[in-house]
């Protein structure tokens, strides 16, 4: 019915496209066609009642109420406009096209509905449809603004970025009032790039209507991103009081919960979302990693399957599918999934690890070392990522470059984490920059390589003219702190440091910072820093990892050990640091017996490492029993590193110790 109503509509040129989008039209008004004067006494009771729970924020107890008054009186076009409405503000876009066709059935004018029509063909994925509907020229001057704002929505969908600015400025001029655009628009702005307009669009939703759950979530979602996980929550907790049942607020809450390793809260939130959208797949994705975090595969399996393939190109899922195929021995089917993750986000080394590693154990020894090669061969290499190089070369009988990569392992010698190896060369790096000065995407990997290559004066200055460029996005001024604290200007490097952090307090700002302020000897500062970021990152593994060798250092032993003892919970006792760790936090406490355990462990894992030698020579010098195997250790780390003092000084103690 709905498809000969619209049949007049043809389709638009780019021309055209641009022009509706700037025609000219008053502010909007109300979407809905209250005509509550209509309908029989039962229906007008109900549709007061959905009113109200509207007003509220209560969008599933108004579609309710909205239900019983079609009940009451099918036959009242505005009961219908306004459930359309309330469904597509649950992003059900068929079940609210279902109800402006039965409105159409019954008269109502197609021009008076265009704008919800074509919301709704766009939460459905129906792009091209949506288009025709939203850029319509017989749009009533009320509806033009709302028409924008899903214009806008569209074109960042479909990547049109110049019409999505277009649209949402349109929509600014005619609905600049309307709090679910400045939503739009922040996000419109954080997908470009630009943080601190983002977070200036959102504040202003906040501010023209604080009880807006969408406005909050996203504030929450926004300072999720830039401050960590822990700013989010009491956002999330505001909106969740005004409305306790939205189920994209519920999921954004469940899945930070989970991050933050508050797995019991996030197991009780994922089960009241499934009572309430039986269907939602991310929330069955959370009780799967809840599985998969226990080894439990089989069941993190049959809860993946429960997503019904809704979700599997995002990047978490198939990190957890991978998990769950290598888990099991699937070793070809976890390939199949890291293989995928690793082609959308090239640079993410622990899929790399993690492919590689499936590829070592199904046999394809060659690819292993494939995958491996760009991280092995440049700095910042994990050390894992190192030792399973090595393991792998040694497999294929290059016995000479496993031994090389393997003793970087051995000593850690991952090199600082830098700019990332363009792989092109220099030359054509810098004519695309200089034929798109003002582009990230092309003078970003121009500096990287001046940064590799050395040249640290130029790519500065490049760095310093893309973040007067861009002084919302948190990248830019990175940029200009690696190669300033290449430089050895920490200054320099700390205030552009600040200033990301201003936008964005991540992970690599925050390590940048600690290494920075540590090579400045600001150690106070260093620590304060972690202590802010693990505030609202209390489950941050690389914050741990810091917060604990800054207590190693400082003798705070008990403290030192409680956290690396978390960390070996979750990480398991494959990671030599931290059972080294554990070694020098026990030794210290005067625990012989624990520090030899973890000591035992640590060797184990990595034999050929001079800090393992030491720490476990260290902890077995303090067993009068086990001198000689104390010396021995001790030996073998100043053989490993002769120029370290500190293991010249731990094995002349030692020999005395001995006698």
């Not at 060798?549 to 008990?558: D, F, M, N, V």
């Not at 398991?572 to 640091?577: F, I, R, S």
Request: proline share 4%.
């Amino acid at each position: 019915m709905v498809n000969s109503c619209f049949q007049k509509l043809g389709s638009f040129g780019k021309p055209a496209i641009l022009a509706a989008v700037l025609a000219v039209g008053v502010v909007a008004v109300p979407t809905a066609i209250f005509a509550a004067d209509e309908g029989n006494a039962d229906a007008r009771q109900a549709f007061a009642n959905a009113e109200q729970f509207r007003a509220r924020g209560d969008a599933r107890s108004a579609r309710i109420e909205l239900m019983n008054a079609i009940k009451a009186d099918p036959q009242w076009i505005d009961a219908r406009v306004a459930q359309a409405e309330i469904l597509l503000s649950l992003y059900d876009g068929i079940a609210a096209e279902a109800e402006i066709d039965r409105a159409l059935g019954l008269g109502l004018d197609p021009a008076q509905v265009r704008h919800l029509y074509g919301h709704a063909l766009f939460l459905q994925g129906r792009a091209q449809q949506a288009r025709d509907q939203l850029l319509a020229d017989d749009i009533p001057s009320e509806h033009q603004g709302y028409a924008a704002r899903i214009m806008g929505k569209l074109a960042v969908q479909t990547g049109e970025e110049q019409l999505a600015r277009l649209s949402f400025n349109r929509a600014m001029e005619l609905d600049g009032r309307n709090p679910d655009l400045w939503v739009d628009i922040a996000r419109f702005r954080a997908d470009s790039g630009d943080q601190a307009g983002a977070t200036n669009a959102v504040d202003e939703a906040v501010k023209l209507d604080p009880n807006n759950i969408r406005a909050l979530q996203y504030r929450g979602e926004l300072l999720r991103f830039q401050f960590g996980l822990g700013a989010a929550l009491p956002w999330f907790e505001r909106a969740l009081q005004i409305d306790p049942n939205d189920v994209p607020l519920l999921t954004e809450y469940a899945a930070t919960l989970g991050d933050m390793g508050r797995m019991t809260e996030m197991l009780t939130v994922a089960r009241k979302i499934i009572a309430l959208d039986g269907r939602n797949p991310r929330a069955f994705f959370m009780q799967a990693v809840l599985a998969a975090r226990a080894s439990n595969f089989g069941l993190a399996r049959r809860l993946m399957l429960q997503t019904e393939g809704a979700i599997d190109n995002v990047p978490a899922v198939l990190l957890v599918q991978g998990i769950i195929e290598h888990g099991e021995g699937n070793y070809n089917a976890a390939v199949d999934r890291f293989g995928r993750l690793v082609s959308m986000q090239p640079d993410n080394r622990q899929a790399q690890n993690l492919l590689a590693r499936s590829l070592y154990l199904a046999g394809s020894v060659v690819d292993a070392v494939e995958v491996l090669k760009p991280q092995v061969n440049r700095n910042g290499a994990n050390p894992y990522a190192l030792w399973l190089a090595g393991r792998a070369l040694e497999a294929i009988d290059e016995r000479g470059q496993a031994a090389g990569v393997m003793n970087r392992a051995a000593i850690h010698d991952s090199g600082q984490e830098g700019a990332i190896t363009a792989a092109v060369p220099l030359g054509i790096l810098q004519a695309e920059a200089q034929r798109n000065p003002t582009d990230a995407r092309a003078v970003v990997p121009y500096i990287r390589e001046l940064y590799n290559v050395g040249d640290f004066i130029t790519a500065l200055a490049e760095a310093r003219r893309l973040q007067e460029g861009n002084p919302g996005a948190s990248d830019a001024h990175i940029l200009v702190a690696d190669v300033a604290a290449a430089m050895g200007n920490f200054d320099d490097a700390l205030d552009a440091l600040e200033r990301a952090r201003s936008i964005r307090f991540s992970e690599p700002v925050m390590l940048r910072m600690v290494e920075v302020s540590r090579s400045k000897g600001a150690m106070q500062q260093s620590g304060e820093t972690l202590a802010q970021f693990l505030n609202y990152n209390p489950s941050n593994i690389a914050g741990l990892r810091w917060m604990a060798y800054a207590h190693l250092e400082t003798e705070s032993w008990a403290v030192a050990a409680h956290i690396l003892e978390n960390l070996r919970k979750r990480l398991g006792e494959n990671d030599a640091l931290i059972m080294a760790g554990l070694t020098q936090a026990y030794t210290g406490l005067g625990q012989t017996e624990k520090a030899i355990a973890a000591g035992r462990v640590a060797y184990r894992v990595q034999p050929s490492s001079p800090v393992v030698s030491h720490l476990y020579g260290l902890a077995l010098l303090a067993d009068k029993g086990r001198k000689e195997d104390a010396v021995a250790l001790l030996k073998k780390a100043v053989a490993i590193m002769p120029e370290n003092s500190a293991y010249r000084e731990s094995l002349w103690r030692a020999r005395a110790a001995k006698g």
